[in-house]
């Protein structure tokens, strides 16, 4: 039996009465929802719930499940220690979704536990279902989020929805999270543009049940908007994968400046049109597609230079280079970055502030190598990623001496920051990086340089970025 519903609801620990202490009262439409929500769960009868949770166990590259029997939590944190909570785990079902992703290649399992108490993203729901809607004594199973892409998120969802239905479980999915911390300037996290409007557009999203948008939204957008659950929302569409449902959009509010929505999905049958990732990875190739046909000569060589060392694990020879490329490649000596992006994120970024070869192709030719294999940050590239990579080249003038930070402009200046023998750099126009602040103490940072330090000196300089998409 396939996942017979879900809720997306939000887990502040006001809206408990314990908690709130008559605060509550001030968001009474998602209280209301709230158990709308779970009474709509409750009449399906379901012997599991999958409560996947921004606050449980959180890896960068690893979806955690909890392992064991079962555990308890209090919600002592938020001075209501008279809640408790004590929950059996489904270890048959767990058992089966980490042999589902191991099929899969989804990094998921039991391992790293670190903290076994429930969070209050597993608990408020809890709240609502068990105490509120008759579901108490039924068994869960609690997922984490991870840092790895949306996609993977919605892949590790099909894995969940496999395992329901080999097991045939009847299943209820809860996505637990906020929206944006940053819907009002009094709220206690502030304001930002994009918490408002990530508010109306997560809400169209899920308010139609359009799980194919949330690809869209950018991570960089994500986390300007300081959102809570999207991750928790984009496995729970995975799960839905498939699947024909009857929607409700419940609530949404943000009086306290975070917000706040609630929406339930019923499945009512199989509707092969909501196959959202192949539908996406099919945009994507086409968008991928365009871009290399976008791309000049610094990209295809760089290109050309990672992709013949992951494939032969031999570095590209002048011999390979091109027989067209520009003199400005051949003739010229630069320093030069070569950045790589996958799904969104940084997948590696290695570059030489001036020049150390004898042109800036054998330059891009060899950070481009780097940038693959070689960055700290990262696991080297593997095969299966070349199709997904997006590649931009950096090509930088020369540096500058300036005597203040307010010198600088992110959009058109990189900035070098130095003490001693100690080196950070950074480069302009970059996305997430907005103010000079930011862009100063980044490059700081990665020199190892701390803030205060006596004979800090700054240098400025301009680039000629290659990408396809500027």
């Not at 790895?148 to 999915?173: M, T």
């Not at 699947?243 to 499945?267: I, K, M, P, Q």
């Not at 049958?269 to 791309?295: I, N």
Request: some cysteine; overall charge negative.
């Amino acid at each position: 039996m396939p996942i017979i519903g879900a809720i997306m609801v939000p887990h502040p620990p006001i809206i408990l009465p314990e908690v709130g202490r008559g605060e509550e009262k001030k968001i009474q439409a998602t209280i209301d929802a709230y158990r709308q929500a779970a009474a709509e769960m409750a009449a399906l009868k379901p012997e599991v719930l999958l409560i996947a949770s921004p606050h449980s166990i959180l890896y960068g590259d690893y979806f955690h499940i909890s392992p064991g029997t079962g555990t308890t939590g209090t919600m002592r944190q938020f001075r209501a220690d008279q809640v408790r909570f004590s929950v059996r785990y489904d270890e048959e079902l767990v058992k089966k979704i980490e042999a589902e992703a191991e099929t899969a290649d989804v990094p998921a399992g039991t391992l790293g536990e670190r903290e076994p108490a429930l969070d209050h993203g597993t608990m408020i729901p809890l709240y609502f279902l068990e105490r509120e809607s008759a579901l108490a004594g039924v068994p869960i199973v609690r997922i984490s989020l991870s840092g790895l892409p949306l996609v993977d998120h919605y892949r590790f969802g099909q894995c969940i929805a496999k395992a329901v239905e080999a097991l045939d479980r009847r299943a209820v999915f809860v996505g637990s999270g906020d929206l944006s911390h940053k819907c009002r300037a009094e709220g206690p996290y502030g304001f930002a543009p994009e918490g408002p409007d990530y508010d109306r557009r997560i809400m169209e999203v899920m308010g139609r049940a359009d799980f194919g948008r949330l690809f869209d939204f950018d991570e960089h957008f994500l986390d300007k908007a300081a959102e809570c659950g999207h991750r928790s929302f984009v496995i729970m569409a995975g799960a839905l994968d498939g699947r024909a449902l009857d929607c409700r959009r419940l609530s949404h509010e943000d009086t306290f400046g975070v917000g706040y929505g609630v929406c339930t999905y019923r499945v009512t049958g199989t509707d092969e049109d909501r196959r959202f990732l192949e539908a996406h990875k099919k945009e994507k190739a086409l968008r991928m597609e365009k871009r290399r046909e976008a791309e000049d000569a610094w990209v295809r060589l760089a290109r050309l230079s990672l992709e013949t060392y992951i494939k032969t694990g031999r570095e590209l020879t002048r011999g390979e280079y091109p027989a067209d490329l520009p003199a400005e490649l051949t003739d010229r000596r630069a320093g030069a970055f070569v950045s790589l992006h996958r799904n969104g994120q940084l997948r590696g970024c290695i570059g030489t502030i001036g020049p150390t070869t004898d042109s800036v192709a054998d330059e891009i030719v060899q950070n481009a190598v780097s940038a693959a294999v070689r960055d700290p940050r990262f696991f080297p590239v593997q095969m299966p990623e070349l199709a997904d990579l997006e590649v931009s080249v950096d090509v930088l003038g020369e540096t500058e001496p300036i005597d203040s930070v307010d010198e600088l402009d992110v959009k058109r200046y990189g900035v070098i920051v130095s003490c001693g023998s100690r080196r950070g750099l950074l480069l302009p126009n970059l996305d997430g990086v907005d103010t000079i602040e930011e862009q100063v103490r980044i490059a700081r940072e990665k020199g190892g340089i701390r803030e205060g330090e006596k004979g800090i000196r700054y240098e400025r300089f301009e680039v000629i970025r290659h990408n396809p998409n500027t």
